[in-house]
């Protein structure tokens, strides 16, 4: 029997949040040089970090635990509704999501292995190509992270932290707002199609305008 839903913050929560994000940006700035290995523990880390102390959770142990993995998880079943109610967009189930991780894994690894060694440490991508590549990358694993949900709540902001420690690996800004999410209509379809076809194209096409608008980078 799955534990208790997560449900919104309060406004407390919020400006507790946004505190914790501000916190994790300047750890992921910090520490983009060292280009450690893209792991789903990291992303359990950050996911523990940006709620810790967050009256809106409902039991600790949904925190950095990914659904199915623990009793309160077990059948934790998440998805997208509209404004009447109707689900239009379903995650992996609980029971697949430990092998949809596995598979993340192993993907963004081999993906930023072929980066590495196209931009070195402490470079920026050279010319469009580069630069798309590093956008198409940043949109499908975060676009990836939406679709599986893996957690009980707070998988977007995760997706996004995801989104900006690609962006600084590879001399980008963290160009991608954690909390509150960016604004527009165009984030939110993209993040749906994300979810219900796998399709992150419309996605890289938002972060290239998010990077274009990011301060310090016209």
Known sequence: MPGPPWGEDSSADEILVAAHVVTLLRELVGRAPERLGPTVGMAHTWHRAIYRGVGSVPLESYLGAPRGSTPEL?????????????????????????SALSGFQRSVTAAVAVLDDVIPVGARPRGGDELMAVLRLAAEVHGEWVRIHPYANGNGRVARVWANWLALRYGLPPFVRIKPRPDGLYYAQAAHRSMRLGDHALTAQVFLDLLRAAPGTR
């Open 74 to 98: 077990d059948g934790y079943e998440v998805g997208l509704l509209d404004h009447r109610g109707r689900l239009t967009a379903q995650a992996v189930p609980a029971a697949d999501v430990r």
